[in-house]
T-cell receptor, first 113, second 114 residues
Framework: QKEVEQNSGPLSVPEGAIASLNCTYS??????FFWYRQYSGKSPELIMF????GDKEDGRFTAQLNKASQYVSLLIRDSQPSDSATYLC?????????????FGIGTKLQVIP | DGGITQSPKYLFRKEGQNVTLSCEQN?????MYWYRQDPGQGLRLIYY???????QKGDIAEGYSVSREKKESFPLTVTSAQKNPTAFYLC?????????????FGPGTRLTVT
């Protein structure tokens, strides 16, 4: 079982709709969860992080965490064509003096005008 | 401008040659990291460094080497021992290893070995 699992997509949504991106993780000791956005040919950019169960909102983005189900998601409201990118889920597991960050393969999002 | 720079953006080498990728940061971050990204795979950690003159192997260190002689610099050498060196290489940094989750990435170097 992979440590961080994401559906590679592509996930296609019409402009203005809500895009829902999902991620599951295997290590119950995971404490911090991150979403990075990566445009084609570019480097990842951190857009959201969440540490506690529940929802965290930032503008059009909402991160949701359910530690019991080992599930984290990212909702993008009012999706825009500029949101078309690959979204990487990353999970931080503490221990050993170095907090390892493990990345999923990413979900490609296509917002259709 | 504060940030992380990587050079060159594209690099082409013949098989059997060593090549060094540059990574410089002026964010005054203590920790620096090297990842590689391949199609269909997530970022995989090659090496990381928490302080100057110290570095640790990541998950896929074989065929790579690094140095950390200065806080702002963390070059990666891809040696001829690396069996599949063609990839997108990303350098990142964070304030210190305890906050490694907030990693800032450089623009990346795309290495092609033929």
């Amino acid at each position: 079982q992979k440590e961080v699992e994401q559906n590679s997509g592509p996930l296609s949504v019409p402009e203005g709709a809500i895009a829902s991106l999902n991620c599951t993780y295997s290590d119950r000791g995971s404490q911090s969860f991150f979403w990075y956005r990566q445009y084609s040919g570019k480097s990842p950019e951190l857009i959201m992080f969440i540490y506690s169960n529940g929802d965290k909102e930032d503008g059009r983005f909402t991160a949701q965490l359910n530690k019991a189900s080992q599930y984290v998601s990212l909702l993008i409201r009012d999706s825009q064509p500029s949101d078309s990118a690959t979204y990487l889920c990353a999970v931080n597991v503490p221990g050993g003096g170095y907090q390892k960050v493990t990345f999923g393969i990413g979900t490609k999002l296509q917002v259709i005008p | 401008d504060g940030g992380i720079t990587q050079s060159p953006k594209y690099l082409f080498r013949k098989e059997g040659q060593n090549v060094t990728l540059s990574c410089e940061q002026n964010l005054n971050h203590d920790a620096m990291y090297w990842y590689r990204q391949d199609p269909g795979q997530g970022l995989r950690l090659i090496y990381y460094s928490q302080i100057v003159n110290d570095f640790q192997k990541g998950d896929i260190a074989e065929g790579y080497s690094v140095s950390r002689e200065k806080k702002e610099s963390f070059p990666l050498t891809v040696t001829s021992a690396q069996k599949n060196p063609t990839a997108f290489y990303l350098c990142a940094s964070s304030i210190d290893e305890a906050s490694s989750y907030e990693q800032y990435f450089g623009p990346g170097t795309r290495l092609t070995v033929t």
